[in-house]
C-alpha cells in the first residue's frame, strides 16, 4: 500500500505561480512512478505530469508544458507542482498518483495508477 497526501492548493491571481507537494509513505519502492492529474468541475481527470523516483522519466501534458514542472525530493518522500504563469483554465482539483508501472509511451493514462490522494484545490482567478 503507498499512501498520498497532496498540499499546496489554493487562491492565485491569473499569471501567478503554486507549489504543490504530495509526500508518499508505505510501499513506495512498489511504486516507482509518480503523477498529477486534474479534475475540473464537469470535465473528465486529466493528465498533467509524471516522473520517477529516480529520475529517468518525466512526462507533461501539452496544455502545461514551459509553465509546470514535476520534481521530486527522494529524502523526504516527496513529489511537487510547481506551477508558473498559471491561466484561468487551470482550476481544477489536483491529485497526486503513484503507478508500479507505465507504458513511457503516450500519454499516461489514469488507469494506470494505483494509488491516489485526496485532491487539493487549485483556483485560478482571471
Known amino acids: 500500500q503507498v499512501q498520498l497526501v497532496e498540499s499546496g492548493g489554493g487562491l492565485v491571481q491569473a499569471g501567478g505561480s503554486l507549489r504543490l507537494s504530495c509526500a508518499a509513505s508505505?510501499?513506495?519502492?512498489?511504486?516507482?512512478?509518480m503523477g498529477w492529474f486534474r479534475q475540473a468541475p464537469g470535465k473528465e481527470r486529466e493528465f498533467v505530469a509524471a516522473?520517477?523516483?529516480?529520475?529517468?522519466?518525466?512526462s507533461y501534458a501539452d496544455s502545461v508544458k514551459g509553465r509546470l514542472t514535476i520534481s521530486r525530493d527522494n529524502r523526504k518522500n516527496t513529489v511537487y507542482l510547481q506551477m508558473n504563469s498559471l491561466k484561468f483554465e487551470d482550476t481544477a482539483v489536483y491529485y497526486c498518483a503513484a503507478a508500479s508501472r507505465l507504458g513511457r509511451v503516450g500519454v499516461p493514462q489514469r488507469n494506470e495508477f494505483n494509488y491516489w490522494g485526496q485532491g487539493t484545490q487549485v483556483t485560478v482567478s482571471s
Open positions: 508505505g510501499r513506495t519502492f512498489s511504486s516507482p512512478y
Open positions: 516522473t520517477t523516483w529516480s529520475g529517468d522519466y518525466t
